[in-house]
Structures are given as C-alpha cells and as structure tokens.
C-alpha cells in the first residue's frame, strides 16, 4: 500500500518538485499547503502517514504547524527548510518530528530520510501503546491489591 503524505510548502515550484518526486518513487501525495494552518486542515481532514513540512512559511510556520499535528493527530513530521541554523534544529526536537533536512534536497537524501522517519514513526507507535497497555496493567493490579487489603484488613 502507497505511504500517504502531505506536503506543507509556501513554494508552489518546490511543491510542485516534491510531488513529482514523490509520485516517481511510488508515495502518494493526499495534499498540498501553502501555510502552516492549511498544513494543520489538511492533517485533519486527510490523516496522511507523513506530512513533508518547510519550516517558514505564511500565517502559522512550519514548527508550530508540527507541534499541532503531533499533538492532536501524532502524524510524523519530516522537517525540509532552507535553514541549518542551530536554533531551529533545537527548536525541532519535537516528538513527532523525525527529520530535518536542509534545502535543496535531493533524491538521494529525501527518500531514504522518508522511509527511516516512516520506520521511526510505526516504531514510536508500537512503544506508545506498549506503555499504554502497561500502565492500564499496573493500575489494575494496583486495583486489585487495595481490594485484597481491604478484604484482608
């Protein structure tokens, strides 16, 4: 089954590159923004399995967009940006971001950055609900060992 993903690019030529791109290494591109708060619309709407996001862009930027979309949805988030700046790659180190890339990328380094950010993702998933399942189990034997002392007492 094609990976779903959203791209989130205030560039309609990069977007345009990207989806190009994307489509010729067999992904599916559910859809396009051009701003963070049309990145977080879509997210919703389109619950997409990776969304490529740029990092400056109109209305709402690219991390504050992440840190919605990872909140709310815990969709991944592969950062692309024109920036190696250190303080936006400290600024990055969000949950649900899985990558930060420095334009212009390439072939080369966009797909494999993808399909480790996808892996990393189904991983971070599989942990989350095994600490789920955890906690519910420890409560409920907490549950049960006030019970047992009550019964006991």
Not at 85 to 103: A, C, H, P, T
């Amino acid at each position: 089954m094609k990976k779903r993903i959203l791209i989130a690019e205030d560039e309609p030529i990069i977007r345009l590159d990207l989806k190009i791109l994307l489509r010729k290494n067999g992904y599916e591109v559910v859809g396009e923004a051009g701003n963070g708060d049309r990145a977080i619309e879509l997210a919703f709407k389109l619950k997409p399995d990776l969304v490529l996001m740029d990092i400056e862009m109109p209305k709402l930027n690219g991390l504050k967009a992440s840190e919605v979309i990872g909140r709310q949805l815990d969709i991944p988030v592969l950062l692309i940006t024109a920036y190696s700046q250190k303080e936006f790659i400290e600024k990055s180190r969000q949950d649900n971001i899985m990558g930060y890339l420095v334009k212009p990328v390439s072939e080369g380094s966009l797909i494999p950055a993808m399909m480790i950010a996808l892996q990393q993702a189904k991983r971070t998933q599989t942990l989350k609900q095994s600490l789920r399942l955890t906690q519910a189990k420890i409560q409920k034997r907490k549950m049960i060992e006030r019970t047992k002392g009550q019964l006991e007492g």
